[in-house]
């Protein structure tokens, strides 16, 4: 039978149907990191990590978090590797010491200018740089979004 594992791991033993275009599936086997991010960054998201990183803004996520993914691949791999993304939570889902404690799980947390921006706020790289400053590269060339077909496996 097409997608049943004989042998569960952990992941499987709860989604019997896991596979590789399964967020769930992917959280549960790099945990306590994120899945891997499957897009490419481009100039300006790079610059725009490098100049969050200079301006002290950061964003707290965790690995189990579809938001925190999605904007993990609203930056694209290689800023990914600059961004100032923290992940504040191990694999039981405990804060970790280097994150703030009034955190709790409500993610993804933007801190700009010392100010909080709660999920809700759902800030895109470009209210980010808008906020921050950046004039490396035309906001509009920043994504507001990853296209679907890359962030599909987030929110099946």
Partial sequence: VTGVFLSPGPC???????????FDCLADKYKPDPP???SSSGEAEIALAKHLEKQGA???CSWDSRDCQE???????????????YECFDKD???IDECPQ?????????VI???????????TLQDVARMTG???????????????????????
Avoid: H, M
Wanted: aromatic share 14%; hydrophobic share 40%.
């Fill in 12 to 22: 499987e033993a709860v989604l019997p149907f896991c596979s590789v275009e399964n």
């Fill in 36 to 38: 891997p991010v499957r």
């Fill in 58 to 60: 950061v964003v707290y």
């Fill in 71 to 85: 904007l993990r691949e609203t930056f694209g791999k290689e800023a990914n590797e600059i961004a100032p993304v």
């Fill in 93 to 95: 889902n405990n804060l």
């Fill in 102 to 110: 009034w955190l709790g799980r409500i993610i993804p947390i933007w």
């Fill in 113 to 123: 200018n010392g100010k909080r921006y709660p999920p809700k706020s759902e800030l």
């Fill in 134 to 156: 950046f004039k490396d590269f035309p906001i509009s060339s920043l994504p507001t979004a990853r296209e679907f077909s890359v962030t599909q496996y987030i929110w099946k």
